[in-house]
Nanobody, 125 residues
Framework: QVELVESGGALVEAGESLRLSCVASGSIFKINAMGWFRQAPGRGRELVAHTTNGINGLQTTYGGSVKGRFTSSIDTDKNTMYLQMNNLRPEDTAVYSC????????????????WGQGTHVTVSS
């Protein structure tokens, strides 16, 4: 069994910073990719950042609206992904969720996708 747990969401003012964490735990053989997504009220899910862990190491792509303000990183020893969010704007208000493509110990040759429950970020103007 694999579980993802996000933390760090809060109410902040525009211009402030916040760091989110996503911890993967359980029967993990390898984390193949991790990503952050967000969903604002009344809107669809949006890519924030996505990192793959392949033969070329960790490679990250960002959604257009967060480029230059948000930075995603992964501590592979701790199976933890972080999202550093700087210069937050009211339009960044959303539920932020992480997902991970993981090969579990019980099925090392496959990669299964897991989702966390999400953490709320509210940015006031």
């Amino acid at each position: 069994q694999v579980e993802l747990v996000e933390s760090g969401g809060a109410l902040v003012e525009a211009g402030e910073s916040l760091r989110l964490s996503c911890v993967a735990s359980g029967s993990i053989f390898k984390i193949n990719a991790m990503g952050w997504f967000r969903q604002a009220p009344g809107r669809g899910r949006e890519l924030v950042a996505h990192t793959t862990n392949g033969i070329n190491g960790l490679q990250t792509t960002y959604g257009g609206s967060v480029k230059g303000r948000f930075t995603s990183s992964i501590d592979t020893d701790k199976n933890t992904m972080y999202l550093q969010m700087n210069n937050l704007r009211p339009e960044d208000t959303a539920v932020y969720s992480c997902n991970a493509d993981i090969s579990p110990l019980t099925d090392k040759w496959n990669s299964l996708r897991y989702w966390g429950q999400g953490t709320h970020v509210t940015v006031s103007s």
